[in-house]
């Protein structure tokens, strides 16, 4: 009775992910990328509000469907990221940067940014610098 019991719950499992795909990919959408390589973004100064500044350097995490290695990567595409940080974080309030909250939303903000402008060979952003002054 126990092993009827199992081979129904098997097949009944596996006709379940056969009706759904049967992978971990997402519905109609392709598997997350592979992290590869992380690009080291030098640190750039950015204007606040107030005459105040933000010193921010951060690192890009490639895909592994980038060829480059990170230094040749960012000598053809840094200049993208250098632009988004520009204009995510110009401007904005001393408060805000500094604020937990405000830090969190501006990297968020910063990521999507350079997930587009890159065609999605930046998977995610880490900060290696944070200065504001």
Do not use: C
């Not at 199992?6 to 759904?20: H, Y």
């Not at 598997?31 to 921010?56: D, K, Y």
């Not at 000598?75 to 990221?81: A, I, L, N, P, R």
Request: aromatic residues 4%.
């Amino acid at each position: 009775m126990l092993a009827a019991l199992l081979f129904v719950g098997l097949a009944a499992g596996v006709g379940i992910s056969k009706a759904t795909g049967g992978s971990s990919t997402p519905p109609g959408g392709e598997p997350p990328p592979e992290p590869g390589e992380i690009a080291v973004i030098e640190p750039i100064n950015v204007n606040l509000a107030g005459g105040h500044f933000l010193r921010i350097g951060v690192g890009a995490q490639l895909t592994k469907k980038v060829p480059d290695k990170g230094e040749a990567w960012v000598k053809v595409k840094g200049s993208k990221v250098a632009d988004a940080i520009i204009t995510v974080f110009s401007g904005r309030e001393l408060a805000v940067v500094q604020s937990t909250q405000g830090r969190l939303e501006g990297v968020h903000e910063l990521e999507k940014q350079v997930t587009e402008s890159t065609e999605g060979e930046v998977m995610k952003i880490y900060l290696s610098e944070y200065v504001s002054q």
